[in-house]
């Protein structure tokens, strides 16, 4: 028996348009650079179990730079002092369907030095410094890979 799904596709105007940042952390050189992903803990609102950015919503008001360096202090613990943000990517969409939004992605690429110890908060529950040509073989959030190829193919920041 072939059981077809009841859903039904939200329209593009009924989604919630949906701001967030996703911050790549890497660290190490050229040959050796290890980007930081987060699994998602079950306290979230999505994508529960997923690997993913340092990420969160772009508060009404917040420019999305800050937004990231405020995401950054919150879920691992360092200071805007211990990170560079070294480019910014342009916007990457989403639409979820399930969750009635259209996401914005607002990539950005940060350096953290080799020293620099990271603790994450209650939104993750595991991390790990990964080879950024592993990052397909986890089970990420939704356009993770896109969001990192913009941050990288992005906008140089210069020193502040």
């Not at 800050?66 to 805007?80: D, P």
């Not at 603790?119 to 993750?124: G, L, Q, V, Y």
Request: glycine fraction near 6%; hydrophobic fraction near 35%; aromatic fraction near 8%.
């Amino acid at each position: 028996m072939n059981v077809q799904s009841s859903k039904k596709a939200v329209p593009r105007s009924v989604l919630r348009p949906t701001h967030v940042v996703t911050c790549f952390l890497q660290k190490g050189e050229e040959e050796h650079t290890r980007l930081l992903l987060v699994r998602r803990s079950q306290q979230v609102g999505s994508y529960h179990g997923r690997w993913a950015g340092i990420s969160g919503f772009v508060e009404v008001g917040v420019p999305p730079e800050q937004q990231a360096y405020t995401e950054i202090r919150e879920e691992t613990g360092l200071a805007r002092e211990q990170v560079h943000m070294l480019r910014r990517g342009g916007i990457v969409e989403h639409v979820d369907q399930d969750l009635g939004r259209h996401f914005y992605v607002h990539p950005f690429l940060f350096a953290v030095n080799e020293d620099e110890s990271i603790t994450t908060d209650w939104e993750a529950t595991d991390m790990r410094w990964v080879d950024p040509d592993t990052m397909r073989n986890f089970e990420t959030v939704p356009k993770l890979r896109e969001a990192y190829e913009a941050a990288l193919r992005g906008e140089e920041v210069q020193a502040e």
